[in-house]
């Protein structure tokens, strides 16, 4: 039997250990390929400054995240820059494109707070940020110097410009606050191009602009305001927050703003008052500065205080001095205050410059009178500001234009009110009163007095005042009078009536409409009067014509008319009439004893009283209705007729005892009639 | 050189174990008293020795360029390779501990490449070492090449011991497994080495 040897396979003189190599080769190999293939793409950046930053091991951050990390770290052409290559893994490479930022984060220690505490211990990172679309990655940038404050692609908000008069207040990252909500941050301050203010980018979240229309007003909100002024002593303080930190608030102060475009540009205003009140007012705070001299102290005037015109705050005092003025004898001091006047706070228009508003000025002075004039601002402090007054009756003056440093306004006199210049003021209107004169009135008028007193007419009057009487003692007997009581008792029933009518009538909404006819006749008497200036002409044209007349000519026909009546009374006749007098008083005092004898005088009494019951009764009906009292009046001037009428009559002598029998009768019906009114008083206003 | 005429086992037709010693006749396939396989000489050793010596080869490359300790502390995150670390003790003045990382690390292993190389090529020739010499020089190799897993151990307890979470850790890289994997491979092919066949006319 042939035994066979086993066939030998091409790799039996192998050893199967060659698998080991061979499998670790290809798993180094395998692992190599990974390693490169994964490697991510490499980008450089630039900075000026590259502390904290070390190859292989500062990471690159996107949004926290880290996707790569610091490779090399090397010098640009001519050491100028500092490059940094970073390999950033792939996904995310295609996203860095021209839009992507660079900076350094390192740890930051300020007033506003520790930013970058992590990397205090982690060193030093990159931060990148860059937009959601992949349009062409680059592999070159620039580094940011300083961390972007502002929202980048991936915030949604806006950017606008913010301009301030200085920056000292505000640093970079301040929060920009709407209603003490933060709505956004404020980039770092930069001067602009002519170095006058300090513009800062704020930028604004989204929904948050919103908020911001061409109406809103920014001020600054930093810290806490005191301002011890003219109107006392004012503290505001803001969050403990914004004390530290600072920041900017906005408001849209009025409505109907236009929507805002990114970029532009807003004024920032020192304070809230001022952004409010800006609303009224240009933007524009061009100054025009002149200078004001008073005579008198200054005292409690200072530097800041307020000027105003016609209460408005215009502008305020820059500067407070004195100097001499004058030579020799006349030297005097003076002392001048310099003003400036906002521009734009006097209503000019909004490219008026400093010219337009010294020509209104100007204008002012001359034709309204304006003066600078002295006004106490507060009782309290004492403090005082400057009034732009409007003195149509001030002596003329003009702006001393050639004046040195600035124009010169004309002044008034100080309008204090505090309170020695207010007694004063009354110590000063009682010296002016003219009590001599009233003095010298008074005596002239007793002086009068007396050469009436002594005149003999005068002396004569007692007696006509007798006769007077007894032609009235005649009236009153007469039977009409005694008719009156009946019908004034029938006039009060008509006047009843009257009431009911008015009553029913609506009298009263008829008064309300004359009324209204009134105010408006009124009105168009005002509108009328207008035409006054032409109607006081007419007067005084007529008033001439009168003072034109034969005054002379009058007086002497009266002083004729009184020479003829004292010639009459010179006469024998004049000289019997107080025989006659005499001897009527006679009788007049017999008939006064028969009177008496009769008891007619007591009549009288309870017929008068009972008659003044009645009266006061008609009193009241009376003040209800002036109508009523108007008839009465109509009335009065027919019983006066009537009166006049009796008067004359020739018989009143000679019937005197008739008469007498009559007053008796009609005292009693008086009496009767005033004891019924008295038992029902209304009886008279009834009518029963 | 020396005593070509000493009587081998080979030469006298018999097969030795290598384990235990004994010697069996010529077709005696397993040691009777150990159980080791016999074979007067191994035709496929000196593979045996080049593929371990290639894998030990390839996988320390690795563990050269790769990190061997990954340090993270608070304020510090570091990679160190072995020849990296070697020089940054250096440049600390850690002369002593630098010089012993030095000589275990990268002088042995590469020490032991080359002794292993030189022995495999020059086993049938003596022109550079003489048989007693290539045969202390295996002896040597085989000895020292578990010394070379200091480093390893050194990671490893690293490891294990700075763990505090936050404030410091160290894990060990890819280098410390190729290295640990570098080391068991040429003890293998050293291993493998058949020091009868120096002593082979």
Known sequence: ?688 | MTAPATPTARSAGLIACTRCGRVFGPDTELCSRCGAPLASRDPRALQRVWAWWLAGLVVYIPANIYPMLITRTLTYSGEGTILGGVIELFGHGDFFVALVVFTASILIPVGKFMAIAFLALSIRDHRFMDEHAQHRLHAVVEFIGRWSMIDVFVVAILASLVRFDAVATINPGIAAVSFALSVAFTMLSAQSFDPRQIWDE
């Open chain 1, 1 to 688: 039997m042939q035994i066979r040897p086993a066939r030998q396979r091409w790799w039996h003189p192998l050893s199967p250990v060659w698998l080991v190599p061979l499998v670790a080769l290809v798993a180094a190999l395998g692992v190599a390929w990974q390693s490169y293939a994964g490697r991510g793409e490499l980008i450089t950046i630039s900075f000026q400054n590259a502390s904290g930053i070390e190859a292989g091991q500062t990471p690159l951050k996107f949004r926290d995240v880290t996707i790569g990390v610091v490779e090399q770290v090397n010098f640009g052409a001519g050491l100028s820059e500092v490059l940094v290559n970073v390999r950033v893994s792939k996904d995310v490479a295609p996203y860095i494109d021209a839009g992507a930022e660079f900076w350094v984060v390192r740890p930051e220690v300020s007033v506003r707070g520790v930013t970058g505490l992590d990397t205090v211990l982690s060193g030093a990172f990159i931060a990148g940020r860059w937009d959601s679309d992949s349009s062409g990655a680059r592999s070159r940038f620039t580094g940011l110097e300083m961390p972007p404050m502002l929202g980048g692609p991936d915030q949604t908000g806006m950017v606008v410009a913010l301009k301030l008069r200085d920056g000292n207040q505000i640093s970079a990252g301040a929060p920009i606050l709407y209603r003490g909500i933060e709505v956004g941050a404020v980039g770092a301050p930069r001067l602009d191009e002519d170095g006058e203010s300090v513009l800062i980018d704020a930028f604004i979240e989204a929904p948050y602009t919103e908020r911001l229309t061409s109406a809103s007003r920014f001020w600054d909100a930093s810290g806490f305001d005191v301002s011890i002024g003219a109107s006392g002593v004012e503290l505001d303080v803001k969050s403990l927050a914004s004390l530290i930190e600072g920041g900017i608030s906005f408001d849209t102060v009025v409505s109907g703003g236009n929507p805002v475009n990114p970029g532009d540009s807003f004024e920032v205003y020192p304070d809230e008052q001022a952004a409010r009140d800006s609303v009224f007012t240009r933007s524009s705070d061009a100054i025009l500065p002149v200078s004001v001299v008073f005579d008198g102290s200054v005292s409690g005037l200072t530097v800041g205080a307020e000027v105003r015109f016609r209460g408005l705050r215009v502008g305020q005092v820059t500067d407070l001095g004195a100097y001499v003025e004058g030579e020799g004898a006349d030297r005097r001091v003076r002392l001048r205050a310099n003003l400036e006047l906002q521009i734009g706070k006097l209503g000019l228009g909004d490219d008026a410059g400093p010219e337009e508003a010294m020509d209104l000025l100007g204008t002012f002075v001359q034709t309204n009178g304006l003066r600078a004039r002295l006004t106490t601002a507060s009782i309290l402090t004492g403090g005082l500001l400057v009034d732009l007054v409007e003195l149509p009756d001030a002596a003329p003056a003009t702006i001393l234009m050639d004046a040195e440093p600035y124009p010169e306004l004309p002044t008034a006199e100080a309008a204090l009110s505090d309170f020695s210049a207010t007694s004063q003021g009354v110590f000063e209107r009682i010296n002016a009163l003219p009590v001599e004169e009233l003095m010298q009135a008074a005596i002239d008028a007793l002086d009068s007095f007396r050469a009436i007193a002594a005149d003999p007419a005068t002396r004569r009057v007692p007696e006509a005042a007798v006769s007077l009487l007894d032609d009235t003692r005649a009236l009153v007997t007469s039977d009409d009078v005694a008719a009156i009581p009946a019908e004034v008792r029938a006039i009060a029933a008509s006047a009843r009536e009257i009431l009911d009518k008015i009553e029913e009538g609506q009298a009263v909404e008829n008064l309300i409409a004359a009324i209204g006819r009134a105010d408006r006749a009124l009105t168009s008497f005002e509108t009328a009067s207008t035409d006054f200036p032409a109607i006081t002409a007419e007067v005084r044209s007529i008033a001439e014509k009168v003072d034109g007349l034969a005054m002379e000519e009058l007086l002497a026909s009266a002083d004729r008319l009184l020479n003829s009546a004292d010639a009459l009374i010179g006469t024998e006749e004049a000289r019997e009439l107080p025989a006659s007098f005499n001897a009527a008083l006679e009788e007049v005092t017999v008939f006064l004893a028969q009177v008496r004898a009769g008891g007619a005088i007591e009549r009288a009494n309870s017929a008068i009283s009972a008659a003044e019951a009645a009266a006061n009764s008609i009193n009241e009906a009376a003040q209800s209705l002036p109508d009523l009292s108007e008839r009465m009046s109509g009335l009065v001037v027919n019983a006066d007729g009537v009166i006049a009428g009796y008067g004359e009559r020739s018989r009143f002598n000679t019937e005197l005892m008739s008469v007498l029998r009559d007053i008796q009768a009609a005292a009693d019906a008086v009496t009767a009639l005033a004891r019924t009114i008295e038992r029902n008083p209304n009886s008279l206003i009834l009518g029963r």
